[in-house]
């Protein structure tokens, strides 16, 4: 087996739009940065974007210059996210023609103040354009562009260092302000710069990482490029005191969709590693066991969980009926709604819409039309946005263009740091897919990027 390490180059300087590029990667999950309000802006400004356009021009100059050899769609590790692209876009032609996934019928105020850049980014017509671009942008920016700039392992070195270095600033930040509202009263660290109020989040962590369901995905995502970096380079440890507490901050969180996160992880685990034999079923069923059991305890226990539990109780009567919903729920509406419509295609033996979905940017429509929201709204899960806007067809081919290079990284790595990373990038689709996150996109450009350096490296 060849050697897993990389070897740093001494006195290697690297460029000012390389690091500019890895501050901006670094920045984008820390929802704590944002600097406009949505609906002054059309669009939230936060540090990171900020950052990514100064990233953007710098390596346009870079690009008029040096010149640089354009991304291949047929690229193994980007093939398959591609036809995830292909099957959002067929979905959404469907859902114009066919399901009328695009009609409203609570027209929302389109004028948000007269400014033409906020009717152009939140306006009914220009929706779906708008979501595709960004899943266009996201897919480029955090996927792709990494192998592009980060191609030599002092380059990697810094962008993972400066990950893992912002990642313990949070974890450390995030629970000092818990301590402090334990004996104060107060939280010191509000979930965005540009809130208008101060909102107590209590005991919850967050860090700079925005609301508590953010900080989820994004402990899971720096748990994971902690032991990433370990793996990659020889030369550094771990911290068994920075894992246990990161795994209280994760608990601290209190978050309903990291717990999904974690069902949806373990589900994802199950379908992708099917080796059965009689000792694996027994494991697996031990696991969904204890799994369950860990579960049941933490929701029981948790005030704000079994709210919810005890809040969903006659939910279905409630939707059929038109009724309002309960008011713990309705920070849930956008997620139940999306969910209410493919039951109720399902009940219709209507399958196109579930198979292929309805549509980019077609869930915040029935969330306008079943929970007459004054704007349109994006469910705060991505798992059912996905299932909604692009079908099960578009969520298999999503899942599996992540898991496609952790697989082949996996192989390099090899022995048990190989599957501890494998396992909790598992973990991190599943959080991305409970709590809509760009952490995943982040984490796979890595993970290409260290393929391809691992590739023209001649430790490889």
Not at 125 to 139: A, K, M, Q, S
Not at 145 to 173: A, E, G, H, M, N
Not at 258 to 286: E, P, Q, T
Request: charged share 15%; glycine share 8%.
């Amino acid at each position: 087996m060849t050697s897993s390490h990389l070897v740093l180059e001494s006195k290697y300087k690297i460029d000012f739009h390389v690091k500019l590029y890895c501050w901006s990667l670094v920045a984008e999950p820390l929802m704590f940065f944002v600097l406009t309000d949505v609906h002054q802006t059309g669009s939230a400004l936060t540090l990171s974007r900020l950052l990514q356009i100064w990233a953007g021009l710098y390596f346009v100059a870079h690009v008029i210059k040096n010149g640089i050899s354009i991304p291949s769609p047929s690229f193994r590790y980007y093939k398959l996210y591609w036809i995830y692209i292909l099957v959002g876009l067929a979905s959404t032609l469907m859902g114009v023609i066919y399901f009328g996934s695009y009609t409203l019928i609570n027209s929302p105020a389109d004028d948000h103040g007269g400014l033409l850049l906020v009717q152009f980014l939140r306006g009914t017509h220009t929706r779906p354009f708008i979501e595709v671009g960004l899943t266009l942008y996201y897919f480029v920016y955090f996927f792709v562009l990494p192998k592009y700039l980060i191609k030599t392992s002092p380059q990697l070195r810094y962008l993972l260092d400066l990950t893992v270095k912002v990642f313990k600033v949070v974890v450390v930040i995030g629970l000092i302000d818990v301590v402090q509202y334990i004996f104060t009263g107060v939280n010191f660290v509000p979930r965005h710069l540009v809130d208008s109020r101060f909102i107590e989040l209590g005991t919850r962590f967050h860090g700079f990482a925005g609301e508590p369901r953010d900080a989820f995905p994004y402990l899971i995502f720096g748990l994971t490029v902690y032991y990433l970096r370990a793996a990659i380079f020889s030369q550094i440890a771990t911290s068994k005191y920075l894992v246990y507490f990161t795994v209280l901050a994760l608990f601290l969180t209190q978050s309903a969709s990291g717990l999904i996160g974690i069902v949806i992880a373990a589900s994802i685990y199950i379908v992708v590693d099917m080796r059965f034999s009689i000792a694996r079923i027994a494991k697996i069923l031990l696991t969904l066991v204890v799994g369950g059991t860990i579960l049941f305890l933490v929701v029981t226990e948790t005030d704000r969980l079994k709210e919810y539990v005890d809040a969903a109780d006659g939910l279905s009567e409630v939707l059929k009926s038109g009724d309002e919903l309960h008011p713990r729920l309705f920070s849930q509406s956008s997620n139940i709604f999306p969910v209410w419509q493919v039951f109720i295609y399902l009940s219709e033996y209507n399958v196109l819409p579930v198979v292929f979905g309805s549509g980019f940017g077609s869930a915040s429509f029935v969330n306008n039309n079943l929970g007459g929201m004054a704007e349109l709204v994006n469910p705060q899960s991505n798992f059912i946005r996905l299932i909604y806007e692009v079908g099960f067809l578009g969520l298999f081919f999503y899942v599996t263009s992540q898991l496609l290079p952790m697989q082949h990284l996996k192989s390099l790595i090899g022995d048990d740091k190989g599957r501890l990373i494998y396992l909790l990038t598992i973990l991190l689709i599943g959080s991305c897919l409970g709590h809509r996150s760009t952490t995943i996109f982040i984490f796979c450009g890595i993970v290409v990027a260290i393929i391809s350096i691992k590739r023209n490296s001649s430790n490889v």
